[in-house]
């Protein structure tokens, strides 16, 4: 295979170097983002729904027959869980409906961690599942590849940091100009010419698709970043106030554990580097995960809230929840002496970054607008599907036979320039994007040299 890159490669001779320039490197932003992509689009798509999935599959221990009367105490399904799977307790997470189930998380003797599941009406164990081992658990973390390690999560952030170069980069070549200027008839901007068998219907699905779900990839790729393990966490704790965490405001003088609440229980992005407060009782009867769930109901946490249990003589029980109602955010720390409420912390406490970026984030979940949110961004999911398709078939019909097929570079190189100092731009703000851009820069020389000494042994 040669590594052509002459202008016989790709558009006429007379397209404009900036033009060329913004082509040859969005090809190299698809070239490594097409895979993350489609992985990212189909796992997206599925977990959008992931309540209503994860319902259906594991029917037989989430869901159970409604009776009238009252319910099992919470230390009472907490002790069958114990004895049906023998370890320690740490999570305990009332029924949010009639037939929902509750669910204890116990740590094994092996380390090993698993979530019970038990009829609140009968006390019943109805089966048991390791900790995020669920069908959608496990798409999440494919979705992220944290299946794979920080490094393969670590490729995610990289493809996140293209696919923004990808967005950029393509609408400037969409943007409708004079024929003349790109070497290319009218059409391919809101209108699809031509027919399957023809490289220009290829090229106007994928120009069209892009301009219809580029704004919403590229608001995607912004918003899964406060995940991601470098940029994601390195922000988190800027943002968070050098590693403490609370939000303005909630600074108060209460004795504070080294444990951060993103190691206790699930929490939102903008809480993960909060620490846990300490339970200053020592000497009295704590009050019991019984008492605990009836404060939490008293102070009307949201449905569906999830209580972590105290660790140690100086542990707190706390209660959180996440729903799609952001207003309803809430995480409660209570003294498992007293059950005072220590700290009360909820989406209106966050600050401005935080706020903004929880939005953005329930916003990439699915959950702000309900319904019409989850299959906006199934469609959306589908369009980027389209958007690598017609992209990658367009790139086989255009690429010589035997070649590569790197668009070509432009006559004057101080162009290339300019758009390689634009994008490391982005190469600054996300740093692991910067790292293989240079890698790219190298590539690219690489590829520049062969196709040099391919067109030397040619004239030989």
Same mark, same amino acid.
């Given at each position: ?7 016989? !490669?790709?558009?006429?001779? *007379?397209v404009p170097d900036l033009y060329r320039a913004v082509w040859r490197w969005h090809f ?10 489609? /992985? /990212? ?9 992931? !309540?209503?999935?994860? #319902? ?46 509750? $669910? ?32 959608? @658990? ?6 992220? %590849? ?18 923004? /170069? ?14 003349? $200027?790109?070497?290319?008839?009218? *059409?391919?901007? =809101? ?25 919403? +990839? ?53 809480? $993960? ?14 009050? @019991? %995960?019984?008492?605990? =769930? !009836? ?13 972590? +249990? ?8 706390? *209660? ?21 409420? %220590? ?16 939005? @953005? ?25 389209? %958007?690598?398709?017609?992209? #990658?078939v367009m790139w086989w019909k255009r690429r010589p036979k035997g070649a590569l097929g ?9 162009? /290339? ?19 293989? +851009? ?5 590539l690219d020389r690489v590829l520049v040299r062969l196709a040099a000494r391919g067109r =030397?042994?040619?004239?030989?």
């Amino acid at each position: 295979m040669s590594f052509s890159s002459s202008p016989q !490669a790709g558009r006429p001779r *007379g397209v404009p170097d900036l033009y060329r320039a913004v082509w040859r490197w969005h090809f190299y932003a698809g070239l490594l983002v097409v895979p993350f992509l489609i /992985l /990212l689009s189909v796992t997206g798509a599925l977990y959008a729904f992931r !309540a209503e999935i994860d #319902t259906l599959i594991h029917r037989d221990v989430m869901r159970v027959v409604a009776q009238p009367g009252p319910r099992h105490a919470p230390e009472q399904l907490v002790a069958a869980a114990l004895r049906a799977q023998p370890g320690t307790a740490f999570r305990y997470v009332p029924p949010a409906r009639p037939d929902a189930s509750a $669910e204890i998380g116990i740590r094994t003797a092996a380390g090993e961690r698993l979530v019970v599941y038990a009829d609140p009406h009968s006390g019943h164990v109805l089966g048991a599942i390791a900790d995020k081992g669920t069908a959608m @658990g496990i798409v999440r973390r494919l979705h992220s %590849l944290a299946f794979f390690g920080p490094v393969a999560n670590g490729l995610i952030e990289i493809a996140a940091g293209w696919s923004i /170069l990808l967005v950029g980069t393509g609408l400037y070549l969409w943007w409708p100009r004079p024929s003349g $200027e790109t070497g290319r008839e009218k *059409g391919g901007v =809101v209108t699809v010419r031509g027919h399957p068998g023809r490289r220009i219907f290829w090229r106007d699905l994928h120009a069209v698709t892009g301009a219809g779900v580029g704004v919403v +990839l590229l608001f995607l790729a912004i918003t899964g970043m406060p995940w991601s393990v470098f940029w994601g966490s390195t922000v988190n704790q800027w943002a968070n106030g050098h590693n403490f965490g609370y939000p303005a405001g909630l600074r108060v003088a209460l004795p504070m554990s080294e444990e951060h609440l993103g190691h206790a229980a699930p929490t939102s992005w903008s809480l $993960e580097q909060a620490r846990l407060p300490h339970s200053t009782g020592h000497g009295a009867q704590p009050i @019991g %995960l019984d008492a605990a =769930v !009836a404060a939490f109901d008293r102070l009307e946490l949201a449905p569906g809230y999830a209580v972590s +249990l105290p660790v140690g003589g100086n542990g707190v029980y706390t *209660g959180s929840v996440y729903p799609n109602d952001l207003a309803r955010q809430r995480v409660v720390h209570l003294d498992q002496y007293s059950g005072q409420a %220590l700290l009360d912390m909820g989406y209106a406490d966050y600050g401005p970054l935080g706020r903004a970026l929880e939005w @953005g984030i329930n916003i990439h979940l699915g959950q702000q607008w309900g319904l019409a949110n989850q299959i906006g961004l199934v469609l959306f999911c589908l369009g980027i599907l389209v %958007l690598c398709v017609s992209g #990658t078939v367009m790139w086989w019909k255009r690429r010589p036979k035997g070649a590569l097929g790197v668009p070509p570079l432009p006559r004057e190189r101080r162009v /290339l320039r300019g758009v390689v100092a634009m994008l490391a731009v982005g190469g600054i703000i996300f740093p692991l994007v910067g790292l293989s +851009l240079l890698v790219m820069l190298a590539l690219d020389r690489v590829l520049v040299r062969l196709a040099a000494r391919g067109r =030397v042994r040619e004239a030989a």
